[in-house]
């Protein structure tokens, strides 16, 4: 339990008590940033009121992809089982947007239903009308995996003819709705299809201002040659850098994402380290949750206090009685104006303003005369909550993360690669050797032996100066020589005899070889005179 009291009483008579971080978002959210929502219409241009689902909901992850690159697949090879409605084909077989969520029995809930639920986090999808309610629907089922973590399975994006078919509502808009209320955007690519579709791209311009939740997959790449798949990353890499226009290169994730044999296993290394990598990632999203909900929430209030100020702007320009509509139009086509004679005036960085081509269009449909104008209580209080109450929920975010149990997806396949020999560098590295009978220092042991007695040995030992001489010949940083001297002085007595000179340079050759090094010495790599015989 934690809690924190509001000191501030000229605000309030009662101090705020907040049991839990969810908690704490969601009354400084309705008593806070909503009243500035609804004052300035906020809702009708950007983005629907939240609820309280919205922050006691698991986290959620999107998946995103042309059609048949292993979207569906993706899920059944996380989860382990099959799901309710699921379809699998080469062709464009997910028609939907199915939810996989967790549930006490197997069963699907269709899309009308599931947004008059109070309880799940898609009541406001309403809005987008029955067209995509008949696509969507929940898959529910009792999984290991589901109890921390829900996923989105999205229809495949079409490419060529298909992609002018219209579907009947707006799907660029749909996805952004997910990806505001996401942890996590996986976009999938096939390594026979790297061709970006006009709705694929137009699909990724839609979760601008999303980039940090985005990852991306290259799947399938089994199925081409070493040569091939160099080719297939660099052009992936240099579409993707056409249409994410951010400075940091986006993180690709390389390898077969199914539980098939590797058809070309020449890469299986490096794909095992990629998916260790993305399930890391993934397993991450629990104990990040609360943080992210509050980034989420920060976010939404930068952009809130901005469009309160260009709602207000545009109030102050329009004339009492004659002429609103001429000036209506004037300055919805000078609204760039507008945005920098803010930015000026308040110290807003540009890039906390909304898309401007997307503002001009929305804002011909508005009735200017309807618009207040500026309410700086509102604005007040907004700012006091940035930057003294999220400044204390952030506190509590650490404070949750250190009490609570270690939270990680288990289950299904974050299972298989934990523990036992087919987890990640097993038997690898400073693991070699870990379920051998003999020292496995020993084969190697003669070699290191005619060295150690070349260094002039006294009762047995050479001095740390000694031992310096023949380290540094391995050209590594005396950073890691000197972790290197700490794990292989077991005894501490600042001196090494021959089974410590011997594991010394045996971890050398472990860091030449690419490999890391443990935090502490391995049972195994002790040596046999140092271990303690119970």
Same mark, same amino acid.
């Given at each position: 339990?934690?809690?924190?009291?509001?000191?501030?009483? #000229?605000?309030?008579?009662?101090?705020?008590?907040?049991?839990?971080?969810? @908690?704490?978002?969601?009354?400084?959210?309705?008593?806070?940033?909503?009243?500035?929502?609804?004052?300035?219409?906020?809702?009708?241009?950007?983005?629907?009121?939240?609820?309280?689902?919205?922050?006691?909901?698991?986290?959620?992850?999107?998946?995103?992809?042309?059609?048949?690159?292993?979207?569906?697949?993706?899920?059944?090879?996380?989860? @382990?089982?099959?799901? &309710?409605?699921?379809?699998?084909?080469?062709?464009?077989?997910?028609?939907?947007? $199915?939810?996989?969520?967790?549930? /006490?029995?197997? =069963?699907?809930?269709? =899309?009308?239903?599931?947004?008059?639920?109070?309880?799940?986090?898609?009541?406001?999808?309403?809005?987008?009308?029955?067209?995509?309610?008949?696509?969507?629907?929940?898959?529910?089922? %009792?999984?290991?995996?589901?109890?921390?973590?829900?996923?989105?399975?999205? %229809?495949?994006?079409?490419?060529?003819?298909?992609? #002018?078919?219209?579907?009947?509502?707006?799907? *660029?808009?749909?996805?952004?709705?997910?990806?505001? +209320?996401?942890?996590?955007?996986?976009?999938?690519?096939?390594?026979?299809?790297?061709?970006?579709?006009?709705?694929?791209?137009?699909?990724?311009?839609?979760?601008?201002?999303?980039?940090?939740?985005?990852?991306?997959?290259?799947?399938?790449?089994? !199925?081409?040659?070493? !040569?091939?798949?160099? +080719?297939?990353?660099?052009?992936?890499?240099?579409?993707?850098?056409?249409? $994410?226009?951010?400075?940091?290169?986006?993180?690709?994730?390389?390898?077969?994402?199914?539980?098939?044999?590797?058809?070309?296993?020449?890469?299986?290394?490096?794909?095992?380290?990629?998916?260790?990598?993305?399930?890391?990632?993934?397993?991450?999203?629990?104990?990040?949750?609360?943080?992210?909900?509050?980034?989420?929430?920060?976010?939404?209030?930068?952009?809130?206090?901005?469009?309160?100020?260009? $709602?207000?702007?545009?109030?102050?320009?329009?004339?009492?009685?004659?002429?609103?509509?001429?000036?209506?139009?004037?300055?919805?086509?000078?609204?760039? @104006?507008?945005?920098?004679?803010?930015?000026?005036?308040?110290?807003?960085?540009?890039?906390?303003?909304?898309?401007?081509?997307?503002? !001009?269009?929305?804002?011909?449909?508005?009735?200017?005369?309807?618009?207040?104008?500026?309410?700086?209580?509102?604005?007040?209080?907004?700012?006091?909550?940035?930057?003294?109450?999220? *400044?204390?929920?952030?506190?509590?975010?650490?404070?949750? @993360?250190?009490?609570?149990?270690?939270?990680?997806?288990?289950?299904?396949?974050?299972?298989?690669?934990?523990?036992?020999?087919?987890?990640?560098?097993?038997?690898? =590295?400073?693991?070699?050797?870990?379920?051998?009978?003999?020292?496995?220092?020993?084969?190697?042991?003669?070699?290191?032996?005619?060295?150690?007695?070349?260094?002039?040995?006294?009762?047995?030992?050479?001095?740390?100066?000694?031992?310096?001489?023949?380290?540094?010949?391995?050209?590594?940083?005396?950073?890691?020589?000197?972790?290197?001297?700490?794990?292989?002085?077991?005894?501490?007595?600042?001196?090494?005899?021959?089974?410590?000179?011997?594991?010394?340079?045996?971890?050398?050759?472990?860091?030449?070889?690419?490999?890391?090094? &443990? *935090?502490?010495?391995? /049972?195994?790599?002790?040596?046999?005179?140092?271990? +303690?015989?119970?």
């Amino acid at each position: 339990m934690f809690s924190w009291v509001s000191k501030d009483a #000229r605000r309030k008579k009662e101090p705020e008590l907040f049991q839990t971080v969810a @908690e704490g978002l969601r009354q400084l959210y309705a008593q806070k940033l909503l009243p500035l929502e609804e004052h300035y219409r906020f809702h009708e241009f950007h983005s629907p009121a939240l609820e309280d689902a919205d922050f006691d909901n698991k986290p959620m992850v999107l998946l995103v992809g042309q059609y048949s690159t292993g979207k569906t697949t993706f899920i059944r090879h996380l989860i @382990e089982q099959d799901f &309710p409605g699921m379809r699998i084909g080469p062709e464009p077989t997910t028609d939907s947007f $199915i939810a996989v969520m967790h549930g /006490p029995t197997e =069963g699907v809930v269709p =899309g009308n239903a599931l947004v008059v639920d109070p309880r799940r986090p898609f009541r406001k999808l309403n809005a987008f009308g029955n067209a995509f309610l008949n696509r969507f629907m929940c898959a529910q089922l %009792p999984n290991p995996v589901l109890d921390s973590i829900s996923i989105i399975d999205t %229809p495949g994006i079409l490419s060529g003819e298909k992609q #002018r078919i219209s579907r009947g509502y707006d799907f *660029a808009a749909v996805l952004e709705w997910f990806a505001e +209320r996401v942890d996590r955007i996986i976009l999938l690519f096939d390594a026979h299809k790297l061709d970006i579709s006009d709705e694929f791209s137009e699909v990724i311009k839609a979760l601008k201002n999303h980039e940090d939740k985005i990852r991306v997959v290259l799947n399938k790449a089994d !199925q081409i040659e070493t !040569q091939q798949l160099m +080719r297939v990353y660099g052009a992936l890499m240099w579409s993707l850098g056409k249409i $994410i226009n951010t400075p940091e290169v986006v993180r690709v994730y390389i390898g077969s994402f199914w539980s098939h044999p590797l058809l070309i296993p020449d890469n299986r290394k490096l794909f095992e380290a990629e998916e260790q990598d993305l399930f890391k990632d993934i397993q991450s999203l629990p104990r990040n949750a609360a943080l992210r909900k509050l980034n989420d929430l920060i976010k939404r209030a930068r952009l809130a206090k901005v469009h309160a100020y260009i $709602i207000s702007s545009l109030k102050k320009e329009m004339p009492n009685v004659f002429g609103k509509e001429s000036k209506k139009k004037e300055l919805v086509n000078n609204l760039g @104006e507008i945005y920098q004679k803010i930015e000026r005036e308040h110290q807003i960085s540009p890039g906390d303003f909304p898309s401007l081509r997307k503002m !001009q269009e929305l804002l011909q449909t508005q009735d200017f005369s309807k618009f207040q104008a500026l309410k700086p209580k509102l604005l007040d209080t907004v700012d006091d909550m940035l930057a003294n109450d999220i *400044a204390r929920l952030m506190v509590m975010v650490r404070q949750e @993360e250190s009490l609570m149990p270690s939270q990680a997806v288990k289950g299904g396949a974050f299972d298989g690669t934990m523990n036992g020999p087919f987890g990640h560098g097993y038997g690898e =590295g400073a693991g070699e050797g870990i379920d051998d009978v003999e020292w496995v220092v020993g084969k190697d042991k003669p070699t290191y032996d005619e060295i150690f007695y070349t260094l002039s040995p006294v009762n047995g030992k050479i001095t740390g100066a000694n031992a310096k001489k023949e380290m540094v010949k391995s050209k590594l940083p005396n950073t890691v020589l000197g972790k290197i001297w700490k794990l292989a002085d077991v005894d501490k007595d600042g001196l090494l005899d021959d089974e410590e000179f011997a594991l010394a340079n045996h971890l050398i050759k472990v860091k030449l070889e690419g490999h890391e090094l &443990p *935090a502490d010495l391995p /049972p195994h790599l002790i040596p046999p005179s140092k271990r +303690r015989h119970e």
